[in-house]
């Protein structure tokens, strides 16, 4: 079985993704395939700075990631030629572990915030969008970063709006409640669909 998880940035992805390892099961993280990328992925790299320039890098060579995100951010077009380095490695690497999990009959957990913009909610069995307030996300956003609300609301509009998540998705998951009940909530609905399976 395979269950894509999505939803907004801070919306709960991580701690969804944190609560099925701990009960054993194997979890992916897009976010982490695309940072592996960047940072001993040599074409990737040379890609980027030939799209990016240097001032999307450290003078050392390495990635600078807030300076990359700040030029995709501003600019979509700009973030689409990102994501048009960085989702056909994503998706192949990504499709790599769901047809080994299906071919050793293991349940796997996918999380990616961009599934759906990539058109990649096809490739799993069940599709999960982790939902929470506006102000809660704003709120948590702030808290992880410490910019300002505004810069956290830039950052939030420049994702598909969760109402558009929602309407793809198998489950929501309403993350608005302590971080122990939305641990509890998703132990419960993975537990269900393991033994639906």
Not at 56 to 69: M, S
Not at 133 to 150: C, D, F, M, N
Not at 153 to 176: F, G, S, T, Y
Request: hydrophobic share 40%; charged share 25%; with cysteine.
């Amino acid at each position: 079985m395979i269950l894509g998880i999505t939803g907004g940035i801070c919306s709960g992805k991580s701690t969804a993704a944190d609560v099925i390892a701990r009960l054993g099961y194997r979890v992916i993280d897009a976010d982490e395939i695309s940072r592996y990328l960047t940072v001993y992925d040599p074409r990737v790299l040379l890609e980027i700075h030939q799209e990016f320039g240097d001032q999307a890098f450290h003078q050392g060579g390495a990635l600078d990631r807030p300076a990359l995100a700040e030029i995709v951010f501003n600019d979509r077009d700009r973030r689409r030629q990102l994501e048009q380095i960085l989702h056909p490695r994503v998706l192949s690497i990504t499709q790599q572990n769901i047809d080994a999990a299906r071919k050793q009959h293991q349940s796997l957990a996918v999380v990616a915030a961009l599934m759906i913009e990539a058109e990649a909610q096809d490739t799993v069995d069940h599709l999960w969008v982790v939902s929470c307030g506006a102000e809660q996300q704003v709120s948590r956003l702030v808290e992880r970063t410490g910019g300002s609300e505004q810069e956290a609301q830039r950052w939030i509009d420049a994702q598909m709006p969760l109402d558009e998540k929602k309407k793809h998705a198998d489950n929501v998951l309403v993350n608005d409640g302590t971080i122990e009940e939305f641990k509890a909530l998703v132990e419960r609905k993975w537990n269900a669909l393991v033994e639906t399976d």
